[in-house]
Nanobody, 128 residues
Framework: QVQLVESGGGLVQAEGSLRLSCAASGRTFSNYAVAWFRQAPGMERDLVAV??????????ADPIRGRFTISRDRDNAKNTVYLQMNSLKPEDTAVYYCAAAPDLSPVFYSDADRYSYWGQGTPVTVSS
């Protein structure tokens, strides 16, 4: 089992920044790819970004490319993945979830069913 806990969400003004954290415990987290998804009210859960288990490859969804950065902290087994969000827009408002899966083909990155473990979500609200 892998347990995931997100933190760092909150209320921010447009053009502001937030950094989300996804802390993992349990099985060897370093063997898992980690993704951030988000879900706005009444909308589907959409992929935001993915980082592979090695950290060597990252993928971003078009709406956030160039504004968000995903990274993972492997030092001292901190087992944490981050999502740095800059130049936030009101349309970024959503609950953000992290999810983990054994490394998977890029064609499956956006398929939420491929991810075995999920956090509880952290809300982000961007005011205009």
């Amino acid at each position: 089992q892998v347990q995931l806990v997100e933190s760092g969400g909150g209320l921010v003004q447009a053009e502001g920044s937030l950094r989300l954290s996804c802390a993992a415990s349990g099985r060897t987290f370093s063997n898992y790819a980690v993704a951030w998804f988000r879900q706005a009210p009444g909308m589907e859960r959409d992929l935001v970004a993915v980082i592979t288990s090695s950290g060597g490859a990252r993928h971003y969804a078009d709406p956030i490319r160039g504004r968000f950065t995903i990274s993972r902290d492997r030092d001292n087994a901190k087992n944490t993945v981050y999502l740095q969000m800059n130049s936030l827009k009101p349309e970024d408002t959503a609950v953000y979830y992290c999810a983990a899966a054994p490394d998977l083909s890029p064609v499956f990155y956006s398929d939420a069913d491929r991810y075995s473990y999920w956090g509880q979500g952290t809300p982000v609200t961007v005011s205009s």
